[in-house]
């Protein structure tokens, strides 16, 4: 499979699942409704799981800009030029994922009258408006995970002219039960706040699809706070390679 088109069946995986546990516990009149934070937690974890597994071999399994971002800044195995492309088709896959979660769930937001309840099926809204605060909460949770993607993986880096191993580079590397075990753990210690987007594509790419699709009583996107997941995860990506960089020099 072409790594670009990987990518973007992956993170379609990735949101049908993550953003269709959601879906299952805040519509109304669907099986798990009212389950909770831990299915919501575990069920992204799983998808997480399911995605890295079906793809990781393909195209490592980034999923996700700020995890391709930080791979790109804190190795020497994954060419800058790969970057735009995987970044396009990680978004396109999360308009996509997002669009099947409605089509799926298509007769639970026909009896829904909360626009929150549909929004947060698709995107992220802080439990606590604060800006500094949310873009804190997005920035740490998402340099825990790319930092532990890179340690754990220990890819390919330059230091002092030379090069430590050769592995794959991808989220496909550490095998696909430990990088759903990092998210749910995230989202468990550090979920409470913002949601813990983590990954534009995860949040920008659904609030797309809100914003586009006939959803009967759907409010607003929020907008106005969609920055705050593009751009916490993109700094924490950043910051984790180059603490990477600092721990392993």
């Known amino acids: 499979m072409d790594p670009y088109v990987a990518e973007f069946v992956g993170t379609l995986i990735l949101i049908l699942l993550g953003n269709g546990v959601v879906a299952n516990v805040v519509l109304p009149q669907t099986k798990g409704h009212g389950s909770g934070w831990i299915v919501i937690t575990a069920g ?27 791979l790109a800044l804190g190795t020497s195995d994954f060419s800058w030029a790969k970057v735009p492309g995987y970044m396009a088709a990680q978004m396109l896959g999360g308009i996509a994922g997002g669009s099947l979660v409605y089509v799926f769930y298509r007769d639970h937001y026909a009896v829904s009258d909360d ?86 594509a995860r949040d920008l790419g659904p609030r797309i699809a809100h914003a586009l699709l006939p959803i009967p009583g759907k409010g607003n996107s929020n907008w106005g706070y969609a920055w705050i997941p593009v751009a916490g995860p993109l700094l924490g990506g950043t910051a984790a390679a180059g603490l990477f960089r600092a721990l392993v020099a």
Not at 136 to 142: I, K
Not at 190 to 200: D, R, V
Request: net charge neutral.
């Open 44 to 70: 992204w974890g799983m998808a997480v799981f399911v995605a890295v597994w079906c793809v990781g071999p393909f195209s490592g399994a980034h999923l996700n800009p700020a995890v391709t971002i930080g």
């Open 115 to 200: 626009p929150g309840a549909k929004l947060a099926t698709f995107a992220n809204t802080p439990a606590i408006r604060r800006t500094s605060s949310n873009l804190f909460s997005e920035t740490l949770g998402t340099l825990v995970l790319v930092l532990g993607v890179l340690l754990a993986a220990a890819p390919t880096i330059e230091a002092a002219g030379e090069t430590t191993s050769t592995m794959t580079l991808g989220l496909g590397t550490l095998g696909a039960l430990p990088v759903g075990l990092l998210v749910f753990a995230i989202g468990l210690s550090l979920g409470g706040t913002s949601g813990y987007a983590i990954n534009p």
